[in-house]
């Protein structure tokens, strides 16, 4: 059964840790604008006098988050540019998209991860045993919930200020027999870890493990292989795990991966270049693909 914590309100500690006017808060509301209005091309001055900003204020916030103005990220965001991903001539097979992230800085994957996946007795067991512990910190996208076990990172979700209830139990209903243990101390590093480019090393690889069915398991491998700011579709995916037919049970495992971001899920996308969905919003989603370009 759910620990305590689940059913009582979220710890002190893991409310309200994202500090007033924080720059993701302003970049969320931007990406909003030129998703709805991008093929008016919204000027910056446009969107600046909609959030109160002055241009040069609103462009260099910008650039410190994403590392690209907004005009560059608006046609980052575009389908055009989702297809150009995708390749020019055709969709290429994970392995061609692979192949190109290895010519140039992305390499293997960028956060250079080691993983390992629970036995299917240990998945069957829905964590029972297992003690998960957990956190809420900052990090470019809003707030990340941190879950690591001691084998390495277990689950890595994301909710805006009010939201973390909600994100702790989605989290939690996924391995519902483990026991949960509120430990910002355990969870810290690995927000640096995860978030801070300088600190991605092959040198020291960031330790996962894959907790879920023999299905979903290599469906989250495959995603590892996408290189930093590539994207592939789900029927690259369905192919390279050797089911080409199950785009639909590959969709949902995508859609099901607990290790947000580090299993980059928000690289895939549908066949026509649109970025379809993702649990923990589309709005994340595109700037998480933004912020990639950024620093491609």
Known sequence: MLSKVALDPVPEGAIDVTPQGSDYETVRRVIEMITLEYRDQPSLEAIAAELGQSPTQLQKLFIRWAGLSPKAFLQAVTLDHAKRLLGQ?????LETSYEIGLSGPGR???LFVTHEAMSPGEWKARGSGLTIRYGFHVCPFGLALVMVTDRGLAGLAFADPGEERAALEDMMGRWRNAHYVEDLEATAPYVGRVFEREKWSAD???????????FQVKVWQSLLKIPFGKA?????????????????????????????????CHRAVAKNGALTGYHWGLTRKRAMLGWEQGGA
Request: hydrophobic fraction near 45%; glycine fraction near 10%.
């Open 108 to 110: 293997l994957h960028d």
């Open 89 to 93: 001539e055709g969709l290429p097979l």
């Open 232 to 264: 592939v579709t789900y029927s690259d995916v369905a192919c390279d795990i050797g089911n080409p037919a199950a785009n639909r049970a590959v969709g949902a495992a995508v859609g099901a991966n607990p290790i947000s971001f580090v299993v980059p």
């Open 204 to 214: 020291r690889p960031l330790n996962i493990v894959l907790i879920g069915t023999d």
